[in-house]
């Protein structure tokens, strides 16, 4: 690894603060003539060393406390290390706590001047990216108003709105990203992953290891300021699972575990795992269908986060899910089928094409996807300059509660080779009813049932 390659490097970095019992402790070590101690050192990083490679993106885990948001802090620069050396190459831009360095006496307008001006930006070149922001915070006249006059959920729109249109060279995302509703949090997310795409060095601190999983080149895990395990993402998060579930007398084996196994980067494990306690039998079976809920349709529920992109002359239109009886609907019921159907006019020749869709959450996790025909095969009869084509991609709604947005793409085939015509990102919201149902997670409904059967043969043991 060369020096170029590394854009953050920490060398013996530690970071301690003084924990007091109570105010009137701080207040009798400040004046103690002989500079008693009262306080206790709380080490929230311990002689910590790291590299991070340009274009790295780096997950981080840990338990609260562990020291992840001090970590994330030093590195933008917020705050100073008690000892070593920190060098960070390149601008920083800090997703951490949004509102921070924003003056409340200030309108939204002169903080986000004000703001620009700290990370080193001239009011030209904020000048430059000002309309973006405001488009992006959705705030309205209330720019012009006092930040005091605001709502917690407005100054952290307007933060975050600043922070993305900044073009960093290293960015640091803390998992804050819960502003506004789910048509904003996923205009935010979509934001994000324009950073994820275009290679950006990026530091990301979540709690889901399927978002570090899938987001992250490498990953590494913190306990009481101390990187206990690094390696690769599927390594790393599968193993702090197993930390953090663990009872505590364990946890220190497992930390014992991971000194041994620190510097593994393969994508298993060579911990053993626990002994299985309860043995379930395998006995699924399909929930039922019946549903007292009914799908109906929620006027002006429309993602903000929409991206389309043409390679050809063509239009897509009309573009809605629909009952198999035809009503046009964006709330729908579990296990019930349905339509999502859009119209393309081709107004070029565009020879064999390929359909595609795509189902993902409101973070942008991908949950299940189709070509038709097939992935790289196309239609057998050409499709010509003038046509109309009615696309209904039947399915059916097999998705726990909650917000997901749909992805379209056209592609075709031209001499050998694959071309896209079409691309809509966001293309679609819906959202799945069943605020009720609060005993299941993720995405998915599998059609999970339990059945408990008893062992009636009772076993004796003789005394003595």
Not at 87 to 104: M, R
Request: with cysteine; hydrophobic share 40%; proline share 3%.
């Amino acid at each position: 690894m060369t020096d170029k390659e590394v854009v953050i490097r920490l060398e013996g970095v530690s970071k301690k603060y003084r924990l007091f019992e109570n105010k009137k402790d701080r207040l009798k070590e400040a004046l103690h003539p002989f500079k008693k101690k009262y306080h206790k050192e709380f080490y929230a990083l311990d002689d910590l060393s790291m590299q991070v490679r340009k274009g790295e993106i780096l997950g981080v885990v840990g338990m609260n406390g562990s020291g992840k948001s001090t970590l994330l802090k030093l590195i933008a620069g917020i705050i100073s290390p008690a000892s070593g050396e920190i060098d960070v190459k390149g601008n920083v831009v800090p997703l951490l706590e949004l509102g921070a360095g924003f003056n409340p006496e200030f309108t939204g307008l002169e903080n986000i001047y004000f703001y620009n001006s700290i990370l080193g930006y001239s009011r030209k070149q904020t000048d430059e990216i000002l309309g973006n922001i405001l488009d992006f915070a959705e705030i309205g006249e209330f720019i012009h108003q006092p930040l005091k006059t605001y709502s917690s959920g407005m100054k952290a729109r307007l933060s975050f709105a600043v922070s993305v249109n900044i073009n960093p060279d290293i960015l640091i995302v803390d998992e804050v990203l819960s502003v506004g509703d789910e048509l904003f949090r996923r205009k935010s997310f979509a934001k994000i992953e324009e950073f994820f795409k275009a290679k950006k060095t990026i530091l990301f601190v979540s709690h889901s290891a399927s978002n570090i999983n899938e987001l992250c080149s490498r990953a590494i895990m913190l306990d009481h300021g101390r990187i206990v395990l690094e390696g690769t993402p599927k390594f790393v998060t599968m193993n702090y699972t197993k930390f953090l579930f663990s009872k505590p007398q364990e946890r220190m084996l497992l930390l014992e575990k991971f000194k041994v196994t620190r510097e593994i980067e393969s994508s298993g494990s060579d911990l053993e795992p626990e002994n299985n306690i309860f043995q379930e039998k395998d006995d699924f079976s399909t929930l039922p269908q019946t549903s007292l809920e009914k799908a109906y349709l929620i006027p002006n529920f429309t993602p903000k986060s929409t991206v389309l992109t043409y390679n050809a002359k063509l239009k897509v239109h009309n573009i809605k899910i629909d009952t198999l009886t035809g009503e046009e609907v964006n709330a729908l019921v579990q296990h019930d089928e349905y339509y999502f159907t859009y119209t393309v006019d081709f107004m070029e020749y565009a020879g064999h094409i390929n359909f595609g869709i795509a189902f993902r959450t409101e973070k942008g996790l991908l949950i299940t996807s189709r070509h038709f025909p097939e992935k790289n095969k196309y239609l057998v009869r050409e499709v010509m300059n003038g046509e109309s084509i009615i696309v209904k991609w039947k399915f059916k709604c097999l998705f726990n509660p909650g917000t997901y947005f749909i992805n379209a793409n056209i592609w075709r085939e031209i001499n050998g080779n694959e071309q896209l015509l079409f691309r809509g990102a966001d293309l679609f919201v819906f959202r799945v009813q069943g605020g009720m149902l609060k005993d299941r997670g993720g995405f998915f409904d599998a059609g999970i049932s339990l059945s408990l059967e008893e062992n009636n043969e009772i076993q004796t043991q003789s005394a003595g």
